[in-house]
């Protein structure tokens, strides 16, 4: 399993702030979780019977220069989406425009990193300039001091010794799989629980999108060597519906409705 997720360049495009905002939610250097079986958080069934009616839309961010280039994107990493991206974003909101599926929304939720931010703001604009709100809890995997570096380098540097287990830490300052797990689960059930019965949308990555379908559908932590793989699509839908479920009464209130929708990016610019 890579820990690394997505990938950008080291430098800064066109409205990188010159000091990149230090993540209020990254691990102290050299922490660990301190349940080493709490790999990811038990869903918080209290949350989810309180928000009964809420729909939680996750957007992938568009294609980011990181991934063409295949290097280390944290937050000083991220050069942002290419025009690919952008195009991707620019149709995700026509879509929006013409379908009227989120007419209802008045902020989104971004993570901090330039590739959702720039997808944020084109989607945001596209439904008439709702506010954006950026926060860490969104973040793709924080790769510490290997942020900005080559892919080939980062793992040169710091081979993995097990990419199965959860708790391994890469580079210094980096956090690891467990402990990402632990912030994506925090922040969305936040979002959630302050949001009850309304649509929330957030814009973020892949890693997230998996991280919550982890967790929500009990996907195991395991070697998966003969198993599938997913990944959400850039600039794709996936969406959950907190609802009981009318099969299992005991069951978790929470549906998933669609998973890595991206109807939109037909043509041959996609």
Same mark, same amino acid.
């Given at each position: 399993?890579?820990?690394?997720?997505?990938?950008?360049?080291?430098?800064?495009?066109?409205?990188?702030?010159?000091?990149?905002?230090?993540?209020?939610?990254?691990?102290?250097?050299?922490?660990?979780?301190?349940?080493?079986?709490?790999?990811?958080?038990?869903?918080?069934?209290?949350?989810?019977?309180?928000?009964?009616?809420?729909?939680?839309?996750?957007?992938?961010?568009?294609?980011?220069?990181?991934?063409?280039?295949?290097?280390?994107?944290?937050?000083?990493?991220?050069?942002?989406?290419?025009?690919?991206?952008?195009?991707? %974003? /620019?149709? @995700?909101?026509?879509?929006?425009? #013409?379908?009227?599926?989120?007419?209802? &929304?008045? +902020?989104? $939720?971004?993570?901090?990193?330039?590739?959702?931010?720039?997808?944020?703001?084109?989607?945001?604009?596209?439904?008439?300039?709702?506010?954006?709100?950026?926060?860490?809890?969104?973040?793709?995997?924080?790769?510490?001091?290997?942020?900005?570096?080559?892919?080939?380098?980062?793992?040169?540097?710091?081979?993995?010794?097990?990419?199965?287990?959860?708790?391994?830490?890469?580079?210094?300052?980096?956090?690891?799989?467990?402990?990402?797990?632990?912030?994506? %689960? /925090?922040? @969305?059930?936040?979002?959630?629980? #302050?949001?009850?019965?309304?649509?929330? &949308?957030? +814009?973020? $990555?892949?890693?997230?999108?998996?991280?919550?379908?982890?967790?929500?559908?009990?996907?195991?932590?395991?070697?998966?060597?003969?198993?599938?793989?997913?990944?959400?699509?850039?600039?794709?839908?996936?969406?959950?519906?907190?609802?009981?479920?009318?099969?299992?009464?005991?069951?978790?209130?929470?549906?998933?409705?669609?998973?890595?929708?991206?109807?939109?990016?037909?043509?041959?610019?996609?």
């Amino acid at each position: 399993m890579s820990l690394t997720h997505e990938h950008g360049g080291p430098g800064h495009d066109r409205g990188v702030p010159a000091d990149p905002p230090v993540c209020d939610t990254a691990p102290a250097l050299g922490s660990s979780t301190a349940d080493p079986a709490a790999v990811i958080p038990a869903p918080r069934v209290d949350i989810l019977r309180a928000a009964s009616g809420t729909r939680l839309i996750m957007v992938r961010h568009g294609e980011s220069v990181a991934q063409r280039s295949d290097t280390v994107a944290g937050h000083s990493g991220c050069l942002g989406l290419t025009d690919v991206g952008r195009a991707q %974003a /620019a149709a @995700l909101g026509k879509r929006l425009q #013409a379908t009227g599926e989120l007419a209802s &929304v008045s +902020v989104i $939720h971004t993570s901090r990193m330039l590739r959702a931010r720039q997808t944020a703001d084109i989607v945001a604009s596209a439904l008439g300039d709702v506010a954006v709100e950026e926060t860490c809890a969104l973040c793709e995997y924080h790769p510490g001091e290997g942020d900005g570096l080559s892919q080939r380098e980062f793992d040169a540097r710091w081979p993995t010794v097990n990419p199965w287990d959860p708790h391994e830490r890469r580079a210094p300052g980096s956090e690891t799989w467990a402990e990402m797990a632990h912030r994506v %689960a /925090a922040g @969305l059930d936040a979002l959630i629980d #302050a949001h009850r019965g309304r649509t929330v &949308v957030v +814009v973020t $990555h892949s890693g997230v999108i998996i991280q919550a379908m982890m967790r929500w559908l009990d996907l195991r932590f395991v070697r998966q060597a003969d198993l599938a793989w997913l990944e959400a699509a850039n600039a794709s839908l996936t969406s959950w519906q907190v609802t009981a479920n009318p099969f299992r009464p005991d069951g978790l209130p929470l549906e998933l409705v669609t998973f890595s929708d991206a109807a939109h990016l037909v043509g041959p610019h996609f």
